[in-house]
Every structure is written in structure tokens, then in C-alpha cells.
């Protein structure tokens, strides 16, 4: 299905709207042009036999005031016509960012590592508001300049049907011209939507890594590549330009020229062979006609820049929406208990280019599994693949004896909970940041989980409480006040495996102990993972892993792999200051 297809599958949705709408702009058309037929029959009929056999006002003012009513019936259809059609231009849209919202959902995460977020966002708004243009302005204008120029045509031939078929020439001039307009048009279009797009997403990185580029003094580097993309930008948008200057008022001016130089011809030929005598309101009409038969003319050829950057649009969104994705499912299932078990898994994020060989281990509902390694070793694929963030390559992984693929993903974390190393804070408040508006978890829920983890001591001199408001990511609360909101959010949903991700890495040691003692309450009847650099943290874990380039290279407990003398020993004896 192309993508004119798939819109007119959109605008179908909303059919009955936008044919009121198509209905009432039909009639204001006809209104419209009934106007030049009565000003002819004043003229022929009335004002010029007035000199013969004087002037009537009765009749006169009788067809003026059909002439005005005409046109307050247009003002009136036209007025009706806009909001139906706007109306139903906005139903479309508002639908198609929906869906398209609602698949981002759906998409996997590793459609987000390869897209960067401001390019995500541009075919959220950028280009569905290229598409808002398309049935907004675009359709409303092509309908009633189509509607226009088949009534002129009608009106042509019914005064004189010679004249209307060489009036007729316009229009394979005006295909001719879409056919080249769209064919460079459609090229420099996708450049500088592309080029919009790389835009918005160096722009949305830059304002995320702001205290990095100031820190390093790279803005003088950012700025030249923003700058580098911002002349491509402009170049193809004069392209375009130059594109658009040409099928204005220019093109149409001449076809204009040509057309009243074959009416004059016509009937100044036709006058001076005495084959005719034209009236002065045909004349009248006439010129009239062919002058409406260019406003609608005009309007489509300056409709044509918004329809080819709606085409692109359009395309770029489809391209998204066929992303695969996976519909969420909201199937709710008991608490499982939480037996976790790897079974030979390998994983690859792209080829045959192995982060994870061969992963074999068992974690028993209530234990702590600690993951250590250093940077690359594979702790935190290991997670990503128990959280079905990727799945495995080759081998599985079970809960209570099932295999994790076997149910859908969000059925699957439903039961888990997950603490990063740099925790994510929504704009709101600290209340509405731990239970995430979930209706399920009340406020006495947020304040335990709270308790639970120590915030309450940490977060007891904000004046707003729990209500304090927080902005986007938490930026004005410290690390350790972000990571115990985090934590307590991952503990008020209950979950059955909680995850933690270099969780205390960022925080302050009075923080670190509050965790750490809060950390006996939240294992009881929980699978625990810590991923963990700071091997103090997880000396007390039942049973640690350590990694090496994807791969288990030792594990038993704390004290087991202190007397094995191994890599974990080294490691420790690195960070505790036995080893200089």
C-alpha cells in the first residue's frame, strides 16, 4: 500500500465530516459563480436596452439583491465549509499522532539506539504537522479551486463553447508542470527533511550533554557542526525557493497573459468579420470567468511546495509506523516467585559479534546474585536479556521453569523492578515519580517505600514533601535524592526480581548506608541482581559472578572467591588498598 493510500485510509475515518464539509463548499461554489451570470443578465438586459426603452429599477434592484444574496450564501457555505473541513483535518491528525506515539511504545529498544530521540521526535511534530498542512490547507484548497474551475468551465461552455475548449489548454499546462514540479521538488524535499530531522537530533543531544560540551569548552566545535547542518539546511531550502518562485504568480501570470490574448483574438476577430455581436455583458462575463478560472489555478500551483513536503512527510511517518513493534499487553498474572535460570545463552547485538558466551547460573527466589566484571564484560547485557529488553541469541532464560519468550514483555516485568546507575525523573512531583500515576499504588504505598529505602530522612527537609515538584530528569535534587526516589519506585511496584545497576555508584557514603541497610528489608522474598563496581556493596550477596569479555570466569560467594585468590580477589584487594 503506497503512501496516498494509506492517507486517504486516515481521511476515511473521518469521511462523514469531510463531506458535509466537500457538500457545503460545493454549494458555496455554485453560489459563487451564479454571481457573473446575473451581473450579464443586468448588463444585457436592463442596462444597456435603457437607453431604448429607459431604465427599470424594479428588476434591476430585484437581480441585485439575488447578486448580494449569492454572496452572502457563499460567506455563509464558505464559513460552514472551513469548519467542517478543518475539523476533520485536525480528527486525522490527531489519530495519526496517536498511532504514532502509541507504536513508540511498541518499538524495541534497540530501535531507539539506532535513532537518535530528536529524530524521533521531528516524525512525531515535524512531520505530522507537514501532514496537518496537507488536509488542513492543502485538500481544502485543491477541493474548491478543482470545484471552481469545473463550475468556470461549465459556465465557459454555456456562454460559448469555442472559447471554453481553447480556455481548455490550461490544463495540460498545469499537469505538465506537477509532473516537473514534483520531480525535483520530491528530491530536495527528502534532503531537507532529513537534514530538519539530523537537526533536532543534534540539538535535543546537545541540551542533554550541555554540562559536558561547557565543561570541555567544546561549544565553539558544536556550534561549527551545527552550523555545518544548518547550511545544508539553507542551501536546499533555496533550492527550493527558486523551486517555488518559478510555479507562483509567475507561471500563472503568463498562462493568464496567453489565455486573454486568445480571448481578445477570438472575439475582436469574430467583431470585425460581423460574424458576432458581442454583448457588453458577455464581454463582462467572460472576462469575469477566465479571471476566477486563475485564482483556483493559483492556489493549486502554490499548494503544490505543501503537498510534496506533505508527501515526505507522510512517508518518513509510515517508515516509523512500520517499524516492527509488539503490541503492549496489559494481561495481568500472579506474583511468579521468581526462580531465575540462564541456560547456555549467547547474545550478539549485531552479526555473530558475541557480548554473552555461553552464560550458565541459577538464582533461587530470595537469593542476591552480584554481577561484577569490568567495563564490557557483559553485566549489563545480562540484564538487558532477563528484562526482555533484547532477546537472546541462542540458548534462554527461565522464570519459574518458563521460558521468558514465552509470554509478552510487559506480562514479563510486570514482577520486576529495575534501579539504574543514573536514574530517569519525570516532570511532576516525588509522589508522582515513585508510583509513576499507576492507579494501583496509593500514597500510603509511595510514603512505605519511602520509609523503606530511608528517603523519608533524606527528603524530609523539602518543603514540598512529598509534593515537592520535580522537572525534567530530577535536575534540581541531588544524585543520592534521585537514586532513593528511584529506588523506592522500584519498590513500591512489588516486584518479584528487583534489579539493581550500579545503583550506589553515584551516590554519597551516608546515602550508600541507608541503601545498604535498607537492602536486608527489600531481599526477603525477592531475586535480587546487583550489578556492582564498589565490591564492598555485595559482600554479603549469595552468590557472585564475575565476567570477563562475556563470559563467567569465576563465582561463589564473597569469602569462597577470596580464597580461590583469583581475578575477583585481585579486584578486591585493588579497591581496598592492600594492592598500591
Same mark, same amino acid.
Given at each position: 500500500?503506497?503512501?496516498?493510500?494509506?492517507?486517504?485510509?486516515?481521511?476515511?475515518?473521518?469521511?462523514?465530516?469531510?463531506?458535509?464539509?466537500?457538500?457545503?463548499?460545493?454549494?458555496?461554489?455554485?453560489?459563487?459563480?451564479?454571481?457573473?451570470?446575473?451581473?450579464?443578465?443586468?448588463?444585457?438586459?436592463?442596462?444597456?436596452?435603457?437607453?431604448?426603452?429607459?431604465?427599470?429599477?424594479?428588476?434591476? $434592484?430585484?437581480?441585485?439583491?439575488?447578486?448580494?444574496?449569492?454572496?452572502?450564501?457563499?460567506?455563509?457555505?464558505?464559513?460552514?465549509?472551513?469548519?467542517?473541513?478543518?475539523?476533520?483535518?485536525?480528527?486525522?491528525?490527531?489519530?495519526?499522532?496517536?498511532?504514532?506515539?502509541?507504536?513508540?511504545?511498541?518499538?524495541?529498544?534497540?530501535?531507539?539506539?539506532?535513532?537518535?530521540?530528536?529524530?524521533?521526535?521531528?516524525?512525531?511534530?515535524?512531520?505530522?504537522? +507537514?501532514?496537518?498542512?496537507?488536509?488542513?490547507?492543502?485538500?481544502?484548497?485543491? $477541493?474548491?479551486?478543482?470545484?471552481?474551475?469545473?463550475?468556470?468551465?461549465?459556465?465557459?461552455?454555456?456562454?460559448?463553447?469555442?472559447?471554453?475548449?481553447?480556455?481548455?489548454?490550461?490544463?495540460?499546462?498545469?499537469?505538465?508542470?506537477?509532473?516537473?514540479?514534483?520531480?525535483?521538488?520530491?528530491?530536495?524535499?527528502?534532503?531537507?527533511?532529513?537534514?530538519?530531522?539530523?537537526?533536532?537530533?543534534?540539538?535535543?543531544?546537545?541540551?542533554?550533554?550541555?554540562?559536558?560540551?561547557?565543561?570541555?569548552?567544546?561549544?565553539?566545535?558544536?556550534?561549527?557542526?551545527?552550523?555545518?547542518?544548518?547550511?545544508?539546511?539553507?542551501?536546499?531550502?533555496?533550492?527550493? !525557493?527558486?523551486?517555488?518562485?518559478?510555479?507562483?504568480?509567475?507561471?500563472?501570470?503568463?498562462?493568464?497573459?496567453?489565455?486573454?490574448?486568445?480571448?481578445?483574438?477570438?472575439?475582436?476577430? $469574430?467583431?470585425?468579420?460581423?460574424?458576432?455581436?458581442?454583448?457588453?455583458?458577455?464581454?463582462?462575463?467572460?472576462?469575469?470567468?477566465?479571471?476566477?478560472?486563475?485564482?483556483?489555478?493559483?492556489?493549486?500551483?502554490?499548494?503544490?511546495?505543501?503537498?510534496?513536503? $506533505?508527501?515526505?512527510?507522510?512517508?518518513?511517518?509510515?517508515?516509523?509506523?512500520?517499524?516492527?513493534?509488539? +503490541?503492549?499487553?496489559?494481561?495481568?498474572?500472579?506474583?511468579?516467585?521468581?526462580?531465575?535460570?540462564?541456560?547456555?545463552?549467547?547474545?550478539?547485538?549485531?552479526?555473530?559479534?558475541?557480548?554473552?558466551?555461553?552464560?550458565?547460573?541459577?538464582?533461587?527466589?530470595?537469593?542476591?546474585?552480584?554481577? !561484577?566484571?569490568?567495563?564490557?564484560?557483559?553485566?549489563?547485557?545480562?540484564?538487558?536479556?532477563?528484562?526482555?529488553?533484547?532477546?537472546?541469541?541462542?540458548?534462554?532464560?527461565?522464570?519459574?521453569?518458563?521460558?521468558?519468550?514465552?509470554?509478552?514483555?510487559?506480562?514479563?516485568?510486570?514482577?520486576?523492578?529495575?534501579?539504574?546507575?543514573?536514574?530517569?525523573?519525570?516532570?511532576?512531583?516525588? +509522589?508522582?515519580?515513585?508510583?509513576?500515576?499507576?492507579?494501583?499504588?496509593?500514597?500510603?504505598?509511595?510514603?512505605?517505600?519511602?520509609?523503606?529505602?530511608?528517603?523519608?530522612?533524606?527528603?524530609?527537609?523539602?518543603?514540598?514533601?512529598?509534593?515537592?515538584?520535580?522537572?525534567?530528569?530530577?535536575?534540581?535534587?541531588?544524585?543520592?535524592?534521585?537514586?532513593?526516589?528511584?529506588?523506592?519506585?522500584?519498590? +513500591?511496584?512489588?516486584?518479584?526480581?528487583?534489579?539493581?545497576?550500579?545503583?550506589?555508584?553515584?551516590?554519597?557514603?551516608?546515602?550508600?548506608?541507608?541503601?545498604?541497610?535498607?537492602?536486608?528489608?527489600?531481599?526477603?522474598?525477592?531475586?535480587?541482581?546487583?550489578?556492582?563496581?564498589?565490591?564492598?556493596?555485595?559482600?554479603?550477596?549469595?552468590?557472585?559472578?564475575?565476567?570477563?569479555?562475556?563470559?563467567?570466569?569465576?563465582?561463589?560467594?564473597?569469602?569462597?572467591?577470596?580464597?580461590?585468590?583469583?581475578?575477583?580477589?585481585?579486584?578486591?584487594?585493588?579497591?581496598?588498598?592492600?594492592?598500591?
Amino acid at each position: 500500500m503506497n503512501t496516498t493510500q494509506r492517507l486517504w485510509q486516515y481521511a476515511l475515518l473521518y469521511k462523514k465530516t469531510l463531506l458535509i464539509g466537500l457538500f457545503l463548499l460545493a454549494i458555496a461554489v455554485a453560489a459563487d459563480l451564479a454571481g457573473p451570470f446575473v451581473a450579464k443578465k443586468i448588463i444585457d438586459d436592463h442596462i444597456a436596452k435603457s437607453v431604448t426603452n429607459g431604465l427599470e429599477f424594479k428588476p434591476i $434592484a430585484v437581480l441585485l439583491a439575488v447578486f448580494f444574496g449569492l454572496a452572502v450564501t457563499t460567506a455563509i457555505f464558505r464559513y460552514g465549509q472551513y469548519i467542517m473541513l478543518q475539523v476533520g483535518a485536525n480528527r486525522i491528525i490527531q489519530k495519526m499522532r496517536n498511532d504514532v506515539y502509541k507504536h513508540i511504545q511498541t518499538l524495541p529498544i534497540n530501535y531507539f539506539d539506532r535513532l537518535p530521540a530528536g529524530k524521533v521526535v521531528s516524525r512525531v511534530t515535524n512531520d505530522t504537522e +507537514a501532514i496537518h498542512d496537507l488536509f488542513v490547507t492543502v485538500v481544502s484548497q485543491f $477541493a474548491a479551486s478543482f470545484m471552481t474551475i469545473f463550475g468556470v468551465y461549465i459556465a465557459l461552455f454555456i456562454l460559448d463553447w469555442k472559447m471554453a475548449c481553447y480556455a481548455l489548454l490550461v490544463i495540460p499546462m498545469l499537469i505538465v508542470w506537477a509532473i516537473l514540479y514534483r520531480k525535483y521538488a520530491a528530491k530536495y524535499n527528502h534532503i531537507v527533511r532529513g537534514k530538519l530531522s539530523d537537526m533536532n537530533g543534534m540539538i535535543n543531544e546537545s541540551i542533554n550533554g550541555m554540562t559536558i560540551i561547557q565543561a570541555f569548552g567544546q561549544e565553539k566545535q558544536i556550534e561549527g557542526e551545527f552550523n555545518e547542518l544548518n547550511d545544508e539546511y539553507y542551501k536546499y531550502q533555496n533550492k527550493l !525557493v527558486f523551486l517555488d518562485a518559478v510555479t507562483s504568480h509567475n507561471l500563472v501570470n503568463v498562462i493568464r497573459s496567453l489565455t486573454f490574448i486568445m480571448f481578445i483574438w477570438y472575439f475582436g476577430s $469574430a467583431e470585425l468579420d460581423g460574424q458576432t455581436a458581442i454583448s457588453v455583458g458577455m464581454l463582462y462575463a467572460f472576462v469575469d470567468y477566465i479571471t476566477r478560472l486563475f485564482n483556483p489555478v493559483t492556489n493549486i500551483v502554490n499548494q503544490l511546495a505543501r503537498l510534496e513536503r $506533505a508527501n515526505v512527510a507522510s512517508e518518513r511517518v509510515f517508515e516509523l509506523l512500520d517499524e516492527e513493534g509488539e +503490541a503492549v499487553d496489559d494481561t495481568r498474572i500472579p506474583r511468579y516467585k521468581g526462580d531465575v535460570a540462564f541456560n547456555h545463552v549467547w547474545f550478539a547485538y549485531k552479526n555473530e559479534e558475541y557480548v554473552l558466551k555461553d552464560i550458565n547460573f541459577e538464582a533461587k527466589q530470595g537469593q542476591t546474585v552480584a554481577l !561484577v566484571g569490568h567495563t564490557g564484560s557483559g553485566k549489563s547485557s545480562i540484564m538487558n536479556l532477563l528484562f526482555r529488553f533484547y532477546d537472546v541469541t541462542k540458548g534462554s532464560i527461565t522464570v519459574d521453569g518458563k521460558d521468558i519468550r514465552d509470554c509478552s514483555r510487559q506480562t514479563l516485568r510486570e514482577h520486576m523492578g529495575i534501579v539504574l546507575q543514573d536514574p530517569y525523573l519525570f516532570t511532576g512531583t516525588i +509522589a508522582s515519580n515513585v508510583s509513576l500515576d499507576d492507579p494501583h499504588i496509593s500514597r500510603e504505598t509511595v510514603e512505605e517505600a519511602l520509609k523503606a529505602v530511608g528517603g523519608d530522612r533524606v527528603l524530609e527537609n523539602l518543603p514540598g514533601g512529598l509534593d515537592e515538584p520535580v522537572i525534567e530528569k530530577g535536575s534540581t535534587l541531588s544524585s543520592g535524592q534521585r537514586q532513593l526516589i528511584s529506588f523506592a519506585r522500584a519498590l +513500591a511496584f512489588n516486584p518479584a526480581i528487583l534489579i539493581l545497576d550500579e545503583a550506589t555508584s553515584n551516590i554519597d557514603t551516608e546515602t550508600e548506608e541507608i541503601i545498604q541497610h535498607a537492602m536486608d528489608v527489600l531481599k526477603k522474598g525477592r531475586t535480587t541482581f546487583i550489578i556492582a563496581h564498589r565490591l564492598s556493596t555485595i559482600k554479603n550477596a549469595d552468590h557472585i559472578l564475575v565476567l570477563d569479555r562475556g563470559e563467567i570466569v569465576e563465582q561463589g560467594t564473597h569469602d569462597e572467591l577470596l580464597l580461590h585468590g583469583g581475578r575477583y580477589n585481585q579486584m578486591y584487594k585493588l579497591q581496598s588498598g592492600e594492592i598500591k
